[in-house]
């Protein structure tokens, strides 16, 4: 069984960074690729990012683009999404989550194309 567990959400203000981790542990991490995605309230989850397995490869939401960078410590099982020049807009409850296949690159954005996930982490960024 996987386990993905998040931390390093918080309160920013708007202009300000925060860094989210994702351990994970329960099968060959660097198989799989990993992503991030983002629930505000009353809105549909959102794929932010996502890593392939194959580290180099790597894309992003638009909304994103130029302020988040995903990537991997394969040695340290763990994930990360660096978030600079947050916005208000930003808010929402932040999960990471892998890809339900290994070997597998492309921008991948359903909800559907991924088995596990994590318990989720609050970023609040106030204007």
């Known amino acids: 069984q996987v386990q993905l567990v998040e931390s390093g959400g918080g309160l920013v203000q708007a202009g300000g960074s925060l860094r989210l981790s994702c351990a994970a542990s329960?099968?060959?991490?660097?198989?799989?690729?990993m992503a991030w995605f983002r629930q505000a309230p009353g809105k549909d989850r959102e794929c932010v990012a996502r890593?392939?397995?194959?580290?180099?490869?790597?894309y992003y939401a638009d909304s994103v683009k130029g302020r988040f960078t995903i990537s991997r410590d394969n040695a340290k099982n763990t994930v990360y999404l660096q978030m600079n020049s947050l916005k208000p807009e930003d808010t929402a409850v932040y999960y990471c989550?892998?890809?339900?296949?290994?070997?597998?690159?492309?921008?991948?954005?359903?909800?559907?194309?991924?088995?596990?996930w994590g318990q989720g982490t609050q970023v609040t960024v106030s204007s």
């Open positions: 989550a892998q890809d339900r296949n290994p070997w597998r690159s492309g921008w991948l954005s359903s909800s559907d194309e991924y088995t596990y």
């Open positions: 890593i392939a397995w194959s580290v180099t490869n790597r």
């Open positions: 329960g099968r060959t991490f660097s198989s799989y690729a």
